[in-house]
């Protein structure tokens, strides 16, 4: 068993031999690190989100980020038939669009590789009308959120991602334009 001594004394008295016992101290040790490395995981919704304020005139007509809710692009491949994509703006349904499920094969090498051309082409339809950052100048790009289901195989998901990718924008940096994708993709969690 775990001890520590204390020590002893000299001389006419008695000497004060005794053994602490370390298993309670350890325990609690253990208990206090498990509690602390099990709280630290919500220590990220205690914070504040906080931007920067330059200082200089201030804007004529300041925007908050709270009065303008970004629009997200949702596409739902859960069904074997078709697409949805639907357009989301806070809870807000903007627009649902339905695109059949139709996929080609292309031999690429030794890689039999998915697209699905008429989903991009809609895609490509869709954010002309419903995106939000089509200014060349703006750095931000729009949001798709991809729903899968557990069964989706990888190269469907990699298909969808592709025509998503396939809708470009005008970027222009320090007078220099180029074509960057128009989304940026997240995941959906079931």
């Given at each position: 068993?775990?001890?520590?001594?204390?020590?002893?004394?000299?001389?006419?008295?008695?000497?004060?031999?005794?053994?602490?016992?370390?298993?309670?101290?350890?325990?609690?040790?253990?208990?206090?690190?498990?509690?602390?490395?099990?709280?630290?995981?919500?220590?990220?919704?205690?914070?504040?989100?906080?931007?920067?304020?330059?200082?200089?005139?201030?804007?004529?007509?300041?925007?908050?980020?709270?009065?303008?809710?970004?629009?997200?692009?949702?596409?739902?491949?859960?069904g074997e038939e078709k697409f949805v994509l639907i357009w989301k703006q806070?809870?807000?349904?903007?627009?649902?669009?339905?695109?059949?499920?139709?996929e080609v094969k292309i031999q690429q090498g030794r890689v039999e590789v998915i697209r699905f051309p008429d989903l991009g082409d809609k895609i490509q339809e869709e954010w002309k009308t419903n995106g939000q950052h089509a200014n060349a100048s703006d750095p931000v790009a729009d949001q798709a959120v991809l729903h899968t289901d557990n069964k989706t195989e990888y190269k469907y998901i990699i298909a969808v991602i592709d025509a998503l990718y396939g809708t470009k924008r005008d970027r222009t940096v320090n007078g220099k334009t180029e074509k960057i994708p128009a989304f940026n993709v997240t995941f959906s969690i079931n």
């Open positions: 068993m775990a001890g520590v001594d204390v020590g002893g004394s000299s001389g006419k008295r008695r000497t004060v031999d005794s053994e602490v016992n370390m298993i309670p101290f350890i325990d609690l040790l253990l208990v206090t690190i498990a509690f602390l490395l099990i709280t630290a995981v919500w220590t990220h919704m205690a914070r504040i989100n906080a931007d920067a304020q330059v200082p200089g005139k201030p804007n004529e007509d300041p925007l908050k980020l709270e009065d303008v809710k970004p629009k997200y692009l949702h596409i739902e491949m859960r806070g809870e807000t349904v903007v627009n649902t669009v339905d695109v059949p499920r139709k």
